[in-house]
């Protein structure tokens, strides 16, 4: 069955630092791949997504990249502020089907 | 971004009783909807999915009887936990795509649901 792991439950960065946070996936091939940004009682809100054919995606401060060989999806905040502190869920999908969330990662950016 | 609602926000209610939570896409069509149930610390787990106008298609172990959906316009969709109990308590979170996001699905606040 599919897997999605998301490198750890919690991770804790200083500030100014880049985070890094990452999605690894067996017994799937996604077309694609989304992070989302979660914070405390709220629902997801969408960040970038990357296709299968693309190496990288940037946006601001967020990088993505996209390894369909490794299987694996890297999220990198660089300059981390407090601010960016929330749990960071990654989505794998195909065209036509549902999404399919991983755990997520609790980043917290220490002042 | 396309904007979704979600009311209430959050609800109290007694065991037996039944709950509706309306999801609500204020500035795009949303041909399709999906809700999501999430427990403390836990990741988004889908229950089903529905298509403007047609039944709702549930995951493996969600009892549609116990959920019940309804999407009854491009903008509106709606799911009714009848019969709550303790064990229902969890956050909802409904999500919609369609229109010019097709690959994206925008998601309401969310729901907790406490049944006591």
């Given at each position: 069955s599919q897997k999605i792991e998301q490198n750890s439950e919690a991770l804790n960065i200083q500030e100014g630092k880049t985070a890094t946070l990452t999605c690894n996936y067996t017994n799937y091939?996604?077309?694609?791949?989304?992070?989302?940004?979660?914070?405390?009682?709220?629902?997801p809100v969408f960040l970038l997504l990357i296709r299968e054919n693309e190496k990288e995606k940037r946006k601001?401060?967020?990088?993505?990249?996209?390894?369909?060989?490794?299987?694996?999806?890297?999220?990198?905040?660089?300059?981390?502020?407090?601010?960016?502190?929330?749990?960071?869920?990654?989505?794998?999908?195909?065209?036509?089907q549902n999404f399919v969330f991983g755990p997520g990662t609790r980043l917290s950016v220490l002042p | 971004g396309a904007v979704v609602s979600q009311h209430p926000s959050w609800v109290i209610c007694k065991s037996g009783t039944s709950v509706k939570i309306e999801?609500?896409?204020?500035?795009?069509?949303?041909?399709?909807?999906?809700?999501?149930?999430?427990?403390?610390?836990?990741?988004?787990?889908?229950?089903?999915?529905?298509?403007?106008?047609?039944?709702?298609?549930?995951?493996?172990?969600v009892e549609k009887d116990k959920f019940l959906i309804n999407h009854a316009s491009?903008?509106?969709?709606?799911?009714?936990?009848?019969?709550?109990?303790?064990?229902?308590?969890?956050?909802?979170?409904?999500?919609?795509?369609?229109?010019?996001?097709?690959?994206?699905?925008?998601?309401?606040?969310?729901?907790r649901l406490t049944v006591l």
């Open positions: 091939s996604p077309a694609y791949l989304q992070w989302y940004r979660q914070d405390p009682g709220r629902g601001e401060r967020l990088k993505v990249t996209f390894d369909t060989t490794l299987k694996q999806s890297l999220f990198h905040i660089t300059a981390s502020q407090p601010a960016d502190s929330a749990t960071y869920l990654c989505a794998l999908g195909n065209y036509g | 999801c609500r896409s204020l500035d795009f069509q949303a041909t399709t909807m999906f809700w999501y149930r999430q427990f403390p610390k836990q990741s988004l787990m889908l229950m089903a999915t529905s298509n403007e106008g047609s039944k709702a298609t549930y995951e493996q172990g491009l903008t509106l969709s709606t799911l009714t936990v009848t019969s709550a109990h303790p064990e229902d308590s969890s956050f909802y979170i409904c999500s919609g795509v369609g229109g010019h996001y097709l690959n994206e699905q925008f998601f309401g606040p969310g729901t």
